[in-house]
T-cell receptor
Framework: AQTVTQSQPEMSVQEAETVTLSCTYDTSENNYYLFWYKQPPSRQMILVIRQEAYKQQNATENRFSVNFQKAAKSFSLKISDSQLGDTAMYFCAFSNSGYALNFGKGTSLLVTP | GAGVSQSPSNKVTEKGKDVELRCDPISGHTALYWYRQSLGQGLEFLIYFQGNSAPDKSGLPSDRFSAERTGGSVSTLTIQRTQQEDSAVYLC????????????FGPGTRLTVL
């Protein structure tokens, strides 16, 4: 079974600063996919970024980037130039070539003025 | 285009009653998923549909839970004889296909069982 661990239940960052959210996972698969989803108070889960395990290059989406360390089974999310609208729960998720997403417990991020 | 929609947004019911939760996936998405989000258990996978078929129902917590999908589109999750531990947010997602395709989520239905 695959497990996803997010070791930081809560984090806080000041507006315009950079913050990194940690995620580690455990799998015996070689081909898989990793995701970061954001869930604001509205409950809507929004895809932030996606990484294919076979790609060496770290994924980037505007202010969001990942540090994917396959050997270490680590997948951290860096948010640059944090904005108040980034305040949300962030979930790391894993999927092999099947279908179900395995989620971590989440990290609650608060961006302060 | 329209995203995944779910109804109702909130549902309050009494213990022992049956409830139906509805999901409208993104048009053209063949795969549909149900997850449950609760404080104690986090996000749990419930069931997956490819077209109208459910190859994997292993996540359904008990035989009180059932789901169907018709016309390769709308899905209904039914909980019979609701219990207080069924209180949670039920999230639906859809993807173009299964496997590696990104899942897009709806806003969820918050179920409260009194």
């Amino acid at each position: 079974a695959q497990t996803v661990t997010q070791s930081q239940p809560e984090m806080s960052v000041q507006e315009a600063e950079t913050v990194t959210l940690s995620c580690t996972y455990d799998t015996s698969e070689n081909n898989y996919y990793l995701f970061w989803y954001k869930q604001p108070p509205s409950r809507q889960m929004i895809l932030v970024i996606r990484q294919e395990a076979y790609k060496q290059q770290n994924a980037t989406e505007n202010r969001f980037s990942v540090n994917f360390q396959k050997a270490a089974k680590s997948f951290s999310l860096k948010i640059s130039d944090s904005q108040l609208g980034d305040t949300a729960m962030y979930f790391c998720a894993f999927s092999n070539s099947g279908y179900a997403l395995n989620f971590g417990k989440g990290t609650s991020l608060l961006v302060t003025p | 285009g329209a995203g995944v929609s779910q109804s109702p947004s909130n549902k309050v019911t009494e213990k022992g009653k049956d409830v139906e939760l509805r999901c409208d996936p993104i048009s053209g998405h063949t795969a549909l998923y149900w997850y449950r989000q609760s404080l104690g258990q986090g996000l749990e996978f419930l069931i997956y549909f490819q077209g109208n078929s459910a190859p994997d129902k292993s996540g359904l917590p008990s035989d009180r839970f059932s789901a169907e999908r018709t016309g390769g589109s709308v899905s209904t999750l039914t909980i019979q004889r609701t219990q207080q531990e069924d209180s949670a947010v039920y999230l639906c997602a859809s993807s173009v296909g299964g496997g590696k395709d990104t899942q897009y989520f709806g806003p969820g239905t918050r179920l409260t069982v009194l």
